[in-house]
């Protein structure tokens, strides 16, 4: 069995307060290979950054091409070597999703590490290239589909004693979504923050569904999600601009800067603590516990089985209880 689960509803919940734990000196990673989804700024830039140090080869999936290499020059000047790339990939499309895993596969080159970390927040009503609400099309599809097409190079990469792991990038306002099976597309009452929540939560609920099937299967995958906690970053652009002002004005006491808020991604990545352990969700490199309806295995089944029909895969997960 590749991973365990996560105590789901034990462990130490540090959400409101604690100190986070000293900076971990984290071993090398050459000759591991990496993908991270919104690589070239906030919190992506600082993950591929931080891996790229650690002597991994980071690919940076993106939507903007001048922005992605501009990333990709900034990080090998700062570290000093050239394991970083861009390929474009818009999560948005399912095209161009397909296109992006066809280009990493002509590289042949194994994938030990995916991080699902790209998303928008707060967007007006707007639909993807394939006509699902963009929260929920690129937030969540995106990367369902983009985990599924890779999960057997993964699963190849992954050995007993080094697991390959998937770390998806959820939030903290997953506690207050709600799920609609019926209306995923929010069509029947569309909210920027409803929307964006229920993208969150999806997430979480894929994750544990994933890690089941993962240790199911006995791969040695391992797949974990992390709340990188009130980050400062270009995602609040959608937001009133009141909110703009508070945000302007307390966002050195209340946000984290996106060093600190990839922290807990970069902890999932690559600490040996994390070695074997699925199936969890991480707050400020702590393990504690999701929202209560994450942990619906009825539910979790049921979106995985919709979101196949969706992104036109076959739902092998069927054959599993």
């Known amino acids: 069995m590749s991973g365990w689960q996560c105590g789901e509803r034990g462990g130490n919940n540090r959400r409101h307060g604690g100190c986070r734990r000293e900076r971990e000196v984290f071993p090398a990673q050459n000759g591991k290979v990496a993908i991270v989804t919104g690589g070239a700024k906030g919190i992506g830039y600082q993950t591929v950054k931080h891996l790229a140090r650690l002597g991994m080869h980071v690919i940076i999936a993106g939507n903007n091409e001048s922005e992605g290499q501009e990333a990709v020059r900034k990080i090998q000047e700062e570290t000093l070597t050239g394991k970083v790339e861009f390929l474009y990939c818009d999560l948005a499309s399912m095209k161009s999703i397909r296109q992006f895993v066809q280009r990493f596969r002509a590289k042949n080159c194994p994938l030990h590490v995916l ?16 006509g699902f609400e963009e929260h929920f099309g690129l937030n969540y599809l995106g990367h369902f589909l983009l985990t599924n097409l890779l999960l057997d190079m993964l699963k190849q990469s992954g050995t ?55 240790t199911a299967n006995g791969s040695h995958v391992t797949a974990n999600v992390v709340d990188p906690g ?46 074997g352990a699925g199936g969890c969700y991480l707050y400020n490199e702590e393990r504690t516990k999701s929202a209560d309806v994450a942990y619906d295995e009825e539910l979790q089944r049921r979106l995985w089985t919709e979101s196949c029909k969706m992104v036109g895969i076959s739902d092998e997960s069927r054959k599993v209880p």
Not at 248 to 263: C, D, H, N, Q, R
């Open 230 to 275: 009130v980050v400062n970053t270009d995602l609040y652009k959608h937001v009133f601009w009141v909110v703009k002002v508070v945000k302007w004005m307390t966002a050195w006491l209340f946000f984290k800067a996106p060093e600190e808020g990839a922290s807990t991604t970069i902890y999932a990545a690559v600490s040996p603590e994390m070695e």
């Open 115 to 130: 991080v699902n970390n790209a998303g928008v927040m707060l967007v007006p009503e707007r639909k993807t290239e394939d």
């Open 160 to 214: 007993h004693s080094h697991n390959a792991r998937i770390i998806t990038v959820s939030s903290a306002t997953h506690y207050v979504a709600k799920l609609h099976l019926n209306d995923l597309q929010s069509r029947c009452s569309y909210s920027p923050h409803g929307a964006y929540a229920q993208s969150k939560l999806a997430l979480v609920l894929f994750t544990y569904r994933l890690q089941h099937l993962l």
